[in-house]
């Protein structure tokens, strides 16, 4: 797969009393959170903004079918 579709679901936290990064997820209604080894962090922060953007991408196009659908309906 090319990079863009490099994306992880979560959100990097680092433990205030710890000195480690974290991904914390929902994984089957539950949250996880998994390690995130220091050199690897930049990437797994890229990767969960990309999850946000293409999130915030459905969004829109979700509203945009809704109209289009509307549209149609008023035919």
Known sequence: MGKNFDLLIG???RSP???YHSLTTKVDGKTV???????LVPKVKK???RNKKVRT???KLSKVNWELLKMESKK
């Open 11 to 13: 959100s990097v936290v």
């Open 17 to 19: 009393a710890m000195m």
């Open 33 to 39: 959170n998994r390690y995130v080894r220091k050199g």
């Open 47 to 49: 990767m969960t903004e």
């Open 57 to 59: 991408l459905i969004q």
